[in-house]
């Protein structure tokens, strides 16, 4: 059965930000969650936020990820060395186990030596990056990241992947081809669904989603941790949050259970 986690994103910018992170970490594990996913851009006072949130996760026996907003690779092609420190540092003191990043702009023209540079980097720190599938033509298709992992691959730097199931949609990629392409290396999995309304796609709850989420969570690997990543709203918040944490996680029961007796 896949850990549940929340992507703290999913409470809003401006409901996170008003109350905090760190009180959205109290309410995801009361709602019985088994981890939360921290978001820097929504951190108001990063140094003194991570080392509460962290002592709840430590307390609450709680898994943590940490999320960074900037891209990994700059529009010149070095490697976006500061963001990449600074978000180790941050990882490390939440106690985060990994760090999640989109690739930004890597492509063609990314200076030679900024793999070598992530490697180097990476290994001297114990946190894992992972790379998510944003919503970007640079890294957000199915093409660019098969170059960009081909291309650590050559470098032995082997990278897991956060399959971000909604994102897909808003590059006009099919998510179930993508989940078959990626499953090797998926490791994390946002959860979100989608609804195209007449100018754009919008994230929803898996249960209002016009997309194949089932057959896509089924593509990927079994045990791997999900991620709320869509809305969560309502006049109480716990309720629905532990509704949807049931749902998520019925949702693996019954994927378990059919794995279990196909022939």
């Given at each position: 059965m896949p850990p549940i986690l929340i992507s703290l994103t999913s409470f809003g910018a401006a409901e996170t930000r008003r109350h905090g992170?760190?009180?959205?970490?109290?309410?995801?594990?009361?709602a019985g969650v088994q981890g939360v996913e921290v978001r820097e851009e929504l951190l108001?006072?990063?140094?003194?936020?991570?080392?509460?949130?962290a002592a709840a996760v430590r307390d609450a026996g709680m898994a943590a990820v940490y999320s960074c907003p900037a891209p990994l690779w700059l529009p010149d092609g070095t490697l976006n060395q500061g963001a990449l420190d600074q978000a180790l540092v941050y990882a490390t003191q939440l106690g985060a186990t990994r760090l999640k990043f989109a690739i930004g702009h890597y492509g063609p023209g990314a200076h030679p030596d900024s793999l070598p540079a992530l490697k180097r980097t990476l290994a001297a720190s114990n946190?894992?990056?992972?790379?998510?599938?944003?919503?970007?033509?640079?890294?957000?298709?199915?093409?660019?990241?098969?170059?960009?992992?081909?291309?650590?691959?050559?470098?032995?730097l082997p990278l897991g992947m956060t399959f971000d199931m909604g994102n897909w949609h808003w590059m006009g990629e099919c998510p179930?081809?993508?989940?078959?392409?990626?499953?090797p290396r998926v490791v994390y999995v946002h959860c979100k669904g989608v609804q195209r309304l007449p100018a754009k796609w919008v994230a929803v709850p898996l249960s209002e989603s016009a997309a194949p989420?089932?057959?896509?969570?089924?593509?990927?690997?079994?045990?791997v941790p999900w991620a709320i990543e869509y809305p969560l709203m309502g006049d109480d918040l716990l309720a629905v949050t532990t509704q949807e944490t049931k749902h998520?996680?019925?949702?693996a029961s019954a994927q378990a259970d059919a794995t279990t007796h196909s022939p």
């Open positions: 992170q760190l009180w959205f970490t109290y309410l995801a594990h009361a108001v006072d990063a140094n003194t936020e991570i080392p509460l949130i946190i894992e990056l992972v790379i998510e599938n944003d919503q970007t033509a640079s890294a957000g298709t199915v093409p660019a990241l098969q170059a960009f992992f081909a291309a650590a691959d050559a470098h032995g179930l081809q993508a989940a078959a392409a990626f499953a989420w089932r057959a896509v969570l089924r593509t990927l690997p079994a045990n998520l996680r019925a949702v």
